[in-house]
């Protein structure tokens, strides 16, 4: 049995929330089930391009592709053949007494607490049964070379230190930097997590300079984000996605098919100033 995760980030910094990261994680015994169904139904709907938050078309016909491929996507999410996770942290709680090392270092070390914690791997029931090789796929990380081997290095320890629990093995060559052009399921992760930071920094609300009407693109992006929390709802009926779901106890972290975590420092002095009201 091996888990694979999928891993992506966004915006580092935002208008209200920052330091957004992403992580799909499918199990073995599941994998190519859930990659041809998706990649079949794209090439169905003849979607032969890499499909990304970015690129959401701005023609109802297209647009309507792109949704179908979510309606999949999300049907693998409710059967929990895959799980989600979702991670930022909101402006006004700002850390302090951070050392120089840690404010140099902040990307990386928010991924690793994203990873360490994200999806309580130590609760699993599979886990129980013998030992689960995790395998990391990350899309291709924006920091120098020297920095992307050094945070492997870290993730990789977490093997080493237990940290998931004895049941779970990460193998040095199971983590790499890859191309979402040929991970479909990294493709849908972005739509999922671009659409969150789009909302949550009040981008739906942007106008071209100088003009009173938003753009189509930001439109369809507004129209493509409520069909996602239409899905997140189904689930979690209610969901808020700014803050951390709830858990009535803690291997929810684990039995949770989708899941936000809003990260807050936990030494932090409140800037009332990032907030949204106070912007209004």
């Not at 291709?140 to 004895?166: C, E, N």
């Not at 040095?172 to 920094?201: T, W, Y």
């Not at 997140?232 to 009535?248: A, C, E, L, Q």
């Amino acid at each position: 049995m091996e888990y694979i995760l999928y891993c992506d980030e966004s915006d580092r910094e935002g208008k209200f929330f920052s330091n957004f990261y992403g992580a799909a994680l499918v199990r073995s015994t599941d994998i190519n089930q859930v990659e041809k169904e998706l990649n079949d139904l794209k090439s169905e709907l003849n979607l032969n391009a890499e499909i990304k938050w970015s690129k959401v078309p701005s023609h109802e016909a297209y647009f309507k592709r792109y949704c179908r491929v979510i309606d999949k996507f999300f049907e693998f999410v409710k059967k929990d053949l895959i799980k989600v996770r979702i991670m930022f942290k909101q402006n006004r709680y700002v850390p302090i007494n951070l050392t120089k090392e840690q404010k140099d270092h902040e990307f990386l070390i928010l991924y690793y607490e994203f990873l360490k914690h994200c999806f309580g791997l130590k609760y699993s029931d599979e886990a129980q049964g013998g030992v689960i090789k995790l395998k990391f796929y990350f899309d291709d990380l924006p920091i120098p070379r020297i920095d992307a081997d050094s945070f492997k290095d870290f993730i990789y320890k977490l093997g080493t230190t237990k940290a998931y629990g004895d049941s779970f093995l990460i193998l040095r060559e199971n983590m790499a930097e890859v191309n979402s052009k040929n991970h479909v399921i990294l493709q849908c992760l972005d739509i999922v997590l671009g659409s969150m930071c789009f909302r949550l920094n009040d981008k739906h609300r942007e106008k071209p300079q100088g003009k009173y009407r938003r753009s189509k693109g930001t439109i369809y992006k507004e129209k493509m984000y409520k069909h996602i929390l239409k899905h997140i709802r189904d689930i979690h009926p209610n969901f808020n996605i700014g803050v951390s779901t709830g858990r009535k106890e803690p291997c929810d972290s684990w039995r949770y098919s989708y899941s936000h975590w809003r990260f807050v420092p936990s030494n932090h002095t409140i800037d009332f100033s990032a907030t949204k009201k106070h912007k209004k």
